[in-house]
C-alpha cells in the first residue's frame, strides 16, 4: 500500500501552516478532510468538535466565513449549514463573531492562531483593509451578498475567516472565490487594476 502524502503539504510546501498542536510529520496524512475529502496531516487541518470531523485550513476559513447562496439553511450556527457546513454569515444574526465561538469549533487550535483571530475580532476593518485593500468595503459587500452596510456580526466573522488565511497563508488559487484577495483572481477582471 502507498504512502498517503497530505494534499497541502505538497500544494503549499513552503507556506509553514502550523494550526495546532498535533505532534505529527508535516506530509504524513492523520485524517481525510471531511468537507473537501482531501488527505491532510496535523499541520495543515482541524479537528472539529462541531461538527465532529477533520478539517483542512483551506475548508476551516470557508466555514467561519462561507459565501451567503441560495438553499436556505437554519438561521443559528448550531444546527450548521448544508453537508453540516455552517449557515451562511448573512444569516447568523447581530451578535458579533467571538474568540469563544472559534475555539469551541475548532479546540485543537493553537494559542497562535486564536491570537491572530482575537486581534482581527477585535479590529474586523483594519483586517478587511490590509487583506482586501482600502476599497475593502465595495469588495466584501459584493463577495458576501450584503446589502447596506457590513454590520459588526458579519464583520467578525468575515476577519476571523481572513485571520486564519493570513496565519496559514493559503493562498488565492486554493480560496473559494469570495474570500480571494483580489478581484481578478475571483474572476472579475478589471480594466483599471484597481479593486
Not at 510529520?25 to 471531511?34: D, E, H, K, M, Y
Not at 450556527?77 to 472559534?102: C, D, H, I, L, M
Not at 459584493?142 to 466573522?157: L, P, Q
Amino acid at each position: 500500500m502507498a504512502d498517503l502524502e497530505c494534499y497541502l503539504c505538497i500544494a503549499s510546501a513552503t507556506s509553514g501552516a502550523t494550526l495546532n498542536s498535533f505532534t505529527c510529520t508535516a506530509g504524513t496524512s492523520l485524517g481525510v478532510c471531511f468537507l473537501c475529502g482531501v488527505f491532510a496531516c496535523g499541520h495543515h487541518a482541524l479537528r472539529n468538535s462541531s461538527p465532529k470531523g477533520w478539517e483542512c485550513v483551506i475548508c476551516v476559513p470557508s466555514n467561519i466565513a462561507p459565501k451567503p447562496g441560495r438553499g436556505g439553511g437554519p438561521s443559528s450556527p448550531a444546527g450548521g449549514g448544508p453537508k453540516g457546513a455552517p449557515a451562511p454569515v448573512a444569516t447568523y444574526g447581530s451578535q458579533p463573531y467571538t474568540e469563544e465561538e472559534f475555539v469551541q469549533s475548532y479546540p485543537t487550535s493553537s494559542d497562535l492562531l486564536r491570537e491572530q483571530v482575537r486581534r482581527a475580532i477585535a479590529d474586523p476593518k483594519a483586517v478587511m483593509a490590509e487583506y482586501f485593500g482600502e476599497n475593502y468595503e465595495d469588495l466584501v459587500k459584493n463577495s458576501f451578498e450584503i446589502t447596506g452596510g457590513i454590520d459588526r456580526a458579519s464583520a467578525t466573522r468575515i476577519a476571523a475567516a481572513l485571520a486564519v488565511i493570513l496565519y496559514s497563508e493559503i493562498p488565492d488559487s486554493m480560496l473559494d472565490p469570495h474570500l480571494q484577495r483580489r478581484a481578478e483572481a475571483a474572476g472579475a477582471v478589471t480594466t483599471s487594476g484597481a479593486y
